[in-house]
């Protein structure tokens, strides 16, 4: 992984990093265990301070490692990330111990976050879960305060994406369903 791209994202614009709707990466840690899952059903919810909401079934590993340690990140996959995000979002580490592995999911560590990142993505939240254990029992919802980011910078710069001028394969990916997804395609500009 080329560290070197990785920059700081100012909190209050954290949103940017994922209201443009991509698939997400969910990864989470507690003790020795840490898994990543896929989730679609993410989206930004404030923005001072920042916070995201997440989507995160009561049948799955990375459930049971946010609840204990309250911290997840959020991050954005690509196109080269294709067939990982795939995998990561079709088995469950309850029944496959080694699903990372299976994956191919590397992971990097930030300092000062207890939490694993996975290597390759274009944008990274950090988060603290606020417990809201309704929405969380009743509609498997959490919301996350948003603690750190950083984005690739090949990608986003200034707290813009770079979609257009940017490697394809850079671009972040978007689940419809079935294994269907799209790339991000042409950006486009509104009168002003």
Known sequence: ????HIASVPLEKAYRLINHGPTTLIS??????ENVM???????????????????????KTRELVEKSGLFVMQVPTVALL??????????MNDIPDKLNIA????????????PFVEDCIAWLACKVIPEPHNQEA???FIGEVVGAWADTRVFNNGHWLFDTADPELRSIHYISGGQFYAIG???EAYK
């Open 104 to 115: 191919g999911v590397e992971l990097f560590e930030m300092p000062g976050i207890d939490v």
């Open 83 to 92: 067939n990982t995000t795939r995998t990561l979002g079709n088995i469950s």
């Open 139 to 141: 509609y498997d919802l």
């Open 38 to 60: 896929a989730a679609s059903w993410a989206c930004g919810l404030d923005y001072v301070p920042a916070k995201v909401t997440v989507v995160i079934d009561s049948h799955t």
């Open 186 to 188: 042409e950006g486009m």
């Open 1 to 4: 992984m080329a560290t070197t």
């Open 28 to 33: 989470s840690r507690y003790g020795e265990t």
